[in-house]
């Protein structure tokens, strides 16, 4: 009897623990979606650190249409959040400039304030089925939308710079390395 009830409260706490653990890190399952925001409960920070250095111009001037660098490797399968300083479409692929940054509940009003990352950006590419919802600024309404990689694209290539420095994005990886979900986070 003395052995079960141990084994019961280990399971317990084992469990306890784990959901903390998953609460802490704001890791959300297959469901979370743009239903999540700063009332539920998150407080995600990216976990990833970015080594690599961005990629050398080409020849001509422009980026690279390289693969997926080895930071984009180590992102597969993972869901990041971070701030992206360009995009561009080349060869029918949509490439993103991205480094990890992090977010945080505004203090007054149901958004989120960006804390911008420090570092070398890294190319990724997305994936051709890549889903998009923007949320204002990049987006129309406050809620996340349904948009094209090219609206995307061009909405945030429209941006001066030090205004993109202010966005955050969480994007999703599949298991090749590419996004497969770029959701912008409103912020006001």
């Known amino acids: ?83 992206i300083g360009d995009a561009r479409t080349a060869g029918g692929r949509t490439y993103l400039s991205v480094r990890p940054a992090e977010k945080k509940p505004h203090p007054r009003f149901e958004a989120w304030v960006i804390v911008p990352g420090e570092g070398p950006y890294t190319e990724v590419s ?12 990049l987006g129309d309404a406050k809620h996340p939308a349904a948009y094209t990689r090219a609206e995307f694209v061009g909405r945030l290539t429209a941006r001066p710079s030090s205004d993109r420095a202010l966005l955050g994005f969480d994007l999703s990886f599949d298991g090749q390395g590419r996004v497969t979900r770029v959701q912008s986070l409103y912020t006001p």
């Open 126 to 137: 997305m994936a051709e089925d890549a889903q998009v919802l923007l949320s204002v600024p």
């Open 1 to 83: 009897m003395r052995v079960a009830h141990r084994r019961t409260t280990t399971v317990r706490r084992l469990t306890a623990l784990t959901l903390g653990l998953l609460a802490l890190t704001g890791c959300g399952g297959p469901d979370a979606g743009p239903d999540d925001g700063p009332d539920a409960g998150q407080a995600a920070t990216a976990t990833a650190s970015v080594t690599s250095a961005p990629p050398a111009p080409a020849p001509d001037g422009t980026a690279p249409s390289s693969g997926p660098s080895a930071t984009a490797a180590r992102w597969a399968g993972t869901k990041q959040f971070v701030q």
